[in-house]
């Protein structure tokens, strides 16, 4: 029986991250890797550390020959590579984009022809087998295939299906979201700081602190409401922290800020 084709255009860190989950699950007993890059030495350091992984030189070796084609490519970059492959492209493949902002609708304009697509918005933990990516099937795009799709990036993390129209609005929740996290926490390692606490026990007991309040939010089977009430104690030292979180509007910014990332998801669509 004949391996699953996965062709990955683009081998960057997102790239990296997927093909290492792929490699080291069971996908990598049903499917073959093959990858391209621009910059040549990106593949080849793929191909030596993966034995699924195989690096080609030419894009147009990929599309005509794979069952799932992976656009791991900026927004910027898919005018030219979409033009590039429209005429080798195999029309059965399932073509997956993981870019912010990039639908549907362009790409099969681009290859001039109604392929099938799943779009896809990964984020960075990946890199660690820890991502939650959401993933939309278009309609001519089977059950099958989209399961698939969905068992590549299970195999980094885990997956949800978004409806199609609501890919832009999910990135401030799972694309975007690290980043704030990042920066909520910079705000208490810079507290810390200011105190006399040393930094690096400071982020190892808010990044475990951050890991126990996931597991408490996905299987204590509490709301997020009792949750917060379970921590806060009357006339407690929780209380006083959460009321300088209201006073400032946290969940406005919070809001807000997700707004922002929509809008800006919009202005990228094409």
Known sequence: MSKT???????????????????????????????????????????????????????????????????????????????????SVNKKAVVISIAAGITAEYIKEKLGY??????VMPNTPLLLGCGATALSKVASTSLAEFEFVKGIFDASGISEEVSRDKMKEIIAINGSSPAFVYLFAKGFVQYAKSVDIDVDVALKLFCKTLEGSAKMMTESGYDLEELIKMVSSPGGTTLKGLDSFYQHDLLGIINDACKQCTNRAYELSK
């Open 114 to 119: 109604d392929c099938k697509v799943v779009l």
């Open 5 to 87: 084709k996965i062709g990955f255009i683009g081998a960057g860190n997102m790239a990296t991250a997927i093909i290492g989950g792929i490699a080291n699950s069971e996908l990598s007993d049903r499917a073959d890797v093959v990858v391209f890059d621009v910059a040549e030495e990106k593949a080849k350091f793929l191909e030596q550390k993966y034995s699924c992984v195989t690096s080609q030189n030419d894009i147009n070796d990929i599309t005509s020959c794979c069952d799932y084609i992976l656009l791991a490519i900026k927004p910027q970059n898919f005018d030219e590579v979409l033009e590039t492959i429209k005429n």
